[in-house]
């Protein structure tokens, strides 16, 4: 659940399902694969929360993607206005890489615009945008006031900021891999241990002189499949390790027998849910805050 925040407070970054823990040795390469089975797993949802965000900004001639890792997020912006130029804005040198592989094997190569620039020092160098995109990276942010005023102040009149953030992200074991309830004592211990934890960011689009449009809770539960079992394994393996302390020796071992036992077949592999939160703003045509 999201923890509230004054905008004049500025958040400290929190853990995040898709962030190294302390003392993790994952490699970018690793975070990369995370983020990239999350896109394909919960690809519906993600398709719905870009759809949502491309009506409140038809016809946007240049979208910003603030953060965007290995560019599943740059892509679905890139199907979902066809005629625009995007700009990908990432600290990684590694992850724009990646994604301008990536765009240039959907053919929208010409289309995606690549930055590298750290989020922490403000607004990037890209003028005009009719809309910003920042999917699970303002929590990462510093000062993030600043940036939504450095957003406000570029995007043309009119324009839109568009922020999603993940609820609950949650592996569903096969029937009889779990004691009853294991789902829910998995919430409970990745919100005891901060996972998923950011601010409403409503009073910081509103501090930054936005006009907050909306604010959508969306949720999926995608059934057994080969890309869902996939993401189960990789997941479990970092809560399992993240979460130790937080979840009691039952349920540990049930993540242990799980991870050790070979995949099952649909219908009876494992399942997957999970959720996003997606604010919407638009600064006004008025240049007055």
Same mark, same amino acid.
Request: glycine fraction near 8%.
């Given at each position: 659940?999201?923890?509230?925040?004054?905008?004049?407070?500025?958040?400290?970054?929190?853990?995040?399902?898709?962030?190294?823990?302390?003392?993790?040795?994952?490699?970018?390469?690793?975070?990369?694969?995370?983020?990239?089975?999350?896109?394909?797993?919960?690809?519906?949802?993600?398709?719905?929360?870009?759809?949502?965000?491309?009506?409140?900004?038809?016809?946007?001639?240049?979208?910003?993607?603030?953060?965007?890792?290995?560019?599943?997020?740059?892509?679905?912006?890139?199907?979902?206005?066809?005629?625009?130029?995007?700009?990908?804005?990432?600290?990684?040198?590694?992850?724009?890489?990646?994604?301008?592989?990536?765009?240039?094997?959907?053919?929208?190569?010409?289309?995606?615009?690549?930055?590298?620039?750290?989020?922490?020092?403000?607004?990037?160098?890209?003028?005009?945008?009719?809309?910003?995109?920042?999917?699970?990276?303002?929590?990462?942010?510093?000062?993030?006031?600043?940036?939504?005023?450095? +957003?406000? =102040?570029?995007?043309? *009149?009119? /324009?839109?900021? %568009?922020?999603?953030?993940? &609820?609950?992200?949650?592996?569903?074991? $096969?029937?009889?891999?779990?004691?009853?309830?294991?789902?829910?004592?998995?919430?409970?211990?990745?919100?005891?241990?901060?996972?998923?934890?950011?601010?409403?960011?409503?009073?910081?689009?509103?501090?930054?002189?936005?006009?907050?449009?909306?604010?959508?809770?969306?949720?999926?539960?995608?059934?057994?499949?080969?890309?869902?079992?996939?993401?189960?394994?990789?997941?479990?393996?970092?809560?399992?390790?993240?979460?130790?302390?937080?979840?009691?020796?039952?349920?540990?071992?049930?993540?242990?027998?799980?991870?050790? +036992?070979? =995949?099952?077949?649909? *219908?009876? /592999?494992?399942? %997957?849910?999970?959720?996003? &939160?997606?604010?919407?703003?638009?600064? $006004?045509?008025?240049?007055?805050?």
């Amino acid at each position: 659940m999201a923890t509230p925040h004054p905008p004049h407070h500025r958040p400290a970054p929190h853990p995040h399902p898709h962030d190294p823990q302390p003392g993790s040795d994952r490699s970018e390469e690793a975070m990369a694969e995370l983020l990239d089975l999350d896109a394909t797993a919960f690809a519906d949802l993600l398709t719905d929360v870009v759809a949502r965000t491309a009506a409140l900004a038809p016809g946007a001639a240049r979208v910003v993607d603030l953060g965007a890792g290995t560019g599943t997020g740059t892509l679905l912006l890139a199907q979902a206005f066809p005629a625009a130029e995007i700009v990908a804005v990432d600290s990684s040198a590694a992850m724009l890489t990646r994604l301008r592989s990536a765009a240039d094997a959907a053919g929208i190569g010409d289309r995606v615009r690549t930055v590298q620039a750290d989020l922490d020092d403000g607004w990037p160098p890209v003028a005009g945008p009719d809309l910003v995109w920042a999917a699970s990276s303002l929590h990462h942010v510093v000062d993030p006031e600043r940036l939504l005023r450095g +957003a406000h =102040d570029a995007l043309a *009149p009119g /324009g839109v900021v %568009a922020v999603v953030e993940m &609820t609950a992200t949650t592996p569903v074991l $096969p029937d009889g891999a779990a004691r009853p309830g294991f789902e829910r004592r998995l919430e409970e211990a990745l919100a005891h241990a901060g996972w998923n934890r950011y601010p409403d960011w409503t009073p910081f689009l509103r501090a930054a002189g936005l006009e907050v449009l909306s604010r959508d809770e969306l949720r999926s539960e995608p059934g057994p499949g080969p890309e869902v079992t996939r993401w189960v394994r990789v997941v479990l393996e970092r809560q399992r390790t993240g979460l130790a302390e937080h979840l009691d020796p039952e349920d540990r071992a049930a993540i242990d027998g799980f991870l050790a +036992a070979p =995949d099952s077949p649909p *219908p009876h /592999g494992p399942g %997957a849910r999970s959720g996003r &939160t997606l604010w919407a703003a638009r600064r $006004p045509h008025s240049t007055h805050r």
